[in-house]
Nanobody, 115 residues
Framework: QVQLVESGGGLVRPGGSLRLSCAAS????????MGWYRQAPGKERELVAT???????NYADSVKGRFTISRDTVKNTMYLQMNSLKPEDTALYYC?????????WGQGTQVTVSS
């Protein structure tokens, strides 16, 4: 069983920054896929940024150049640095980790961008 716990969300003004964290209960090696997704009210869950197998990164067009995904394999934690936040980034952010034929999700952390 893999547990994922997100943190770091909050209320921020447009143009501000936040760093989300996703702590995993298992070792996360650089070859494992992991990612961040988000879901805004009334919308489907969408990919934000991911590590594919073997560590390459993939970003949604809407966040390229503003968000950066990273991970610390010693702390078993994945991060999402979010800069130049916009109101349309407001959503519940989830981390995701496919492993051993199961896709694990955290409980989500709320990000609200508003003046």
């Amino acid at each position: 069983q893999v547990q994922l716990v997100e943190s770091g969300g909050g209320l921020v003004r447009p143009g501000g920054s936040l760093r989300l964290s996703c702590a995993a209960s298992v070792s996360i090696f650089n070859v494992y896929p992991m990612g961040w997704y988000r879901q805004a009210p009334g919308k489907e869950r969408e990919l934000v940024a991911t590590f594919t197998t073997y560590g390459t990164t993939n970003y949604a067009d809407s966040v390229k150049g503003r968000f950066t995904i990273s991970r610390d394999t010693v702390k078993n934690t994945m991060y999402l640095q979010m800069n130049s936040l916009k109101p349309e980034d407001t959503a519940l952010y989830y981390c995701n980790h496919p492993r051993d034929s199961t896709v694990y999700w955290g409980q989500g952390t709320q990000v609200t961008v508003s003046s």
